[in-house]
């Protein structure tokens, strides 16, 4: 295993933001000198039917984790995905069923693979703690964090001034999601930049619970093939990893040129060079 500022030079090249960097590099060399690996956490939650390249940028910084000899805790948020992710949207998001998200979960469980090693992988559903939270435990979580806080939020914060309804079960989702930190005691959490708040709120909650906060570690969002919008299933603008070829080749040629470069560097192993 390369020595902990190689690690960090190898891992952070093209990291949207690492909070701490300097607690990464401790963690790091911790984790050499007692042979301990980093347990390093991405949560997704199936609400859609394919793993795209979008969510493959994350998932590929998860497998260079997995490389340098960490531990990839994955997260199918199946009980997150009923509460539905605020995070960069306008309006509520309407819930799903339960059986649609299983369905959905199964789905990606098998494209997972694609990207991420069956090795050093940990895979977990956060029903398995979410579910068994009483009210008790929900009022106690409900607790450690202000409604002032939650207003910090960009996409709050312009809902709540634009007077768009924000329901209190949107309040509820870092929450949710930093509980995911503290049940499988992530060293690191991975994340788009639209999940930085989400993550941060990770570090508070774990910290109440008496766990060394996990760094914060986000990649930068890609845009879909329309070139303005981040790639969506919804908006229809993506690539699927499981895509035939031929169907990979025709959207791609689509991608607008400036973007070009974004995407080899993001999607692929060229050289930054």
């Known amino acids: ?21 300097e607690e990464l590099l ?4 911790r984790s050499a000198s007692e042979g301990r690996p980093l347990r390093v956490k991405l949560g997704l939650d199936p609400t859609a039917a394919d793993v795209t390249l979008g969510w493959a940028v994350v998932l590929r910084k998860l497998r260079e984790f997995q490389d340098l000899g960490h531990t990839a805790v994955l997260i199918v948020g199946d009980f997150t995905a009923r509460v539905g992710d605020p995070s960069a949207k306008a309006e509520t998001r309407p819930r799903l069923p339960k059986e649609i998200v ?11 693979s694609n990207v991420v090693s069956d090795h050093n992988l940990e895979v977990r559903y956060n029903s398995e703690w979410l579910e068994k939270m009483d009210m008790e435990a929900v009022l106690r979580l409900t607790a450690s964090y202000t409604v002032a ?10 809902r709540y001034a634009e007077g768009r309804p924000i329901s209190v079960m949107e309040f509820l989702y870092p929450l949710l999601q930093a509980m995911d930190s503290v049940a499988v005691e992530a060293d690191v959490e991975l994340g788009g930049t639209d999940q930085k708040f989400n993550l941060l709120v990770g570090r508070e909650i774990q910290r109440d619970h ?3 906060p996990q760094v914060v570690f986000t ?8 070139g303005v919008q981040k790639m969506s299933q919804s908006l229809g603008n993506y690539v699927g990893v499981t895509d035939p070829h031929e169907e990979m080749f025709f959207k791609l040629i689509l991608v607008p040129y400036d973007l070009i470069g974004k995407y ?6 060229v050289p930054v060079e």
């Open 264 to 269: 080899l560097k993001l999607c692929t192993t």
């Open 149 to 158: 806080r939650m207003l910090e939020r960009d996409d709050f914060a312009k």
């Open 102 to 112: 299983q369905q959905y979960a199964d789905r990606l469980l098998g494209q997972f």
């Open 1 to 21: 295993m390369p020595d902990p500022g190689t690690q960090l030079q190898f891992l952070t090249r093209n990291a949207a933001e690492v909070i701490p960097e």
């Open 26 to 29: 401790t963690k790091l060399a």
């Open 219 to 226: 990649m930068p969002l890609l845009e879909g093939l329309d």
């Open 210 to 212: 008496g766990q060394e």
